[in-house]
Every structure is written in structure tokens, then in C-alpha cells.
């Protein structure tokens, strides 16, 4: 079943109470949003997709799924094809009554 997630959100580094190996995964997820600039041989993820360490969640990735479909769409798509085919928990990261406070929205799911 295909998902549509919405709004900030952390991509945890869990499946069921087990680390998602290998532990770089988040980074090597969040460069397919990044942009490497050759002059300085810098690699800038996106301020909407970047990878992160949280205590909770371990090595995970927060995403903005509202930007990145609008700005980065075939990233997007990478981004769910990834969460969903590894069972990746996505968390939402709102309190807003009128976000989906599940973290993706099941009436688009196709």
C-alpha cells in the first residue's frame, strides 16, 4: 500500500527495536536531495532532507515531505519507495489538529 506523508517528519533508524544497518544509511538516503558543489568538492544536503542522531530514533533523517515533493519530487518518491520497502517508522513531527498526526495522509494512498 502506498502512502502519502506529509509535513515534517523524522525517518527513524529502527525496525521493530533493531538498528537499520549499515549505521550511514541516513546519509547515504539524504545525499539523493543534496547538492555537491564541485569547486569547494562540499557535499550541501537539503535543509529539507538531512540526516541526523537522536536518541530515540538513532541514526535517522528529517524530512519535510510537503517540501520535498514540491521541490525534489522524483526525490520524494525515492524517499517513500525506501521508507516502505524497508519498513522504515516515520514520526511525525507536528501537534497541529490540522496536520495528519500520523505522519502521512491514508485518503491519498493509492
Not at 536531495?33 to 564541485?38: A, E, K, L, S
Not at 557535499?43 to 524530512?63: D, K, N, Q, R, T
Request: hydrophobic share 30%.
Amino acid at each position: 500500500m502506498k502512502l502519502s506523508y506529509k509535513g515534517p517528519c523524522i525517518i527513524s533508524g529502527y525496525i521493530k527495536g533493531r538498528k537499520f544497518r549499515p549505521s550511514n544509511w541516513s546519509e547515504r538516503v539524504a545525499e539523493s536531495g543534496g547538492v555537491f558543489h564541485h569547486d569547494t568538492k562540499v557535499l550541501e544536503y537539503a535543509p529539507h532532507l538531512s540526516p541526523m542522531y537522536h536518541e530515540e530514533y538513532g541514526h535517522c533523517i528529517h524530512v519535510d515531505f510537503d517540501i520535498l515533493a514540491t521541490r525534489q519530487p522524483g526525490v520524494y518518491e525515492y524517499i517513500v519507495w525506501f521508507v516502505e520497502s524497508n519498513g522504515l517508522e516515520v514520526v511525525p513531527l507536528t501537534d497541529d489538529p490540522h496536520e495528519n498526526t500520523e505522519g502521512f495522509d491514508q485518503s491519498e494512498a493509492a
